[in-house]
């Protein structure tokens, strides 16, 4: 079993920072793409950022320029640098990662959420 543990959310004002981490833990083989989603009340989870193995990385049209996405593959963590965050920003912000326990077998993992407000 694979665990990923949300830290980073808060309180901030409008154009504020904040970095969030994720970090897996358990019965880890390798670690495919890594993401970070969020998610307000009566709306569907949506992409904030991905990144793959290799580096490559892709955002929403709404936090490009302004939200960075990276990893540290020996630490399986993945990172989300929020710069210049607005209130529309405000949201639950999820982990996400396709983890291999085998060589053979890949299965999608969630983590908890961290609250994101951010304060007009």
């Known amino acids: 079993q694979v665990q990923l543990v949300e830290s980073g959310g808060g309180l901030v004002q409008a154009g504020g920072s904040l970095r969030l981490s994720c970090a897996a833990s358990g019965s880890i083989f390798s670690i495919n793409a890594m993401g970070w989603y969020r998610q307000t009340p009566g709306k569907q989870r949506e992409l904030v950022a991905h990144?793959?193995?290799?580096?490559?990385?892709n955002y929403a049209d709404s936090v490009k320029g302004r939200f960075t996405i990276s990893r540290d593959n020996a630490k399986n963590t993945v990172y989300l640098q929020m710069n210049s965050l607005k209130p529309e920003d405000t949201a639950v912000y999820y982990c996400?990662?396709?983890?291999?326990?085998?060589?053979?077998?890949?299965?999608?993992?969630w983590g908890q959420g961290t609250q994101v407000t951010v304060s007009s």
């Open positions: 990144i793959t193995s290799g580096g490559s990385t």
């Open positions: 996400n990662a396709d983890v291999a326990s085998t060589w053979y077998r890949t299965s999608n993992y």
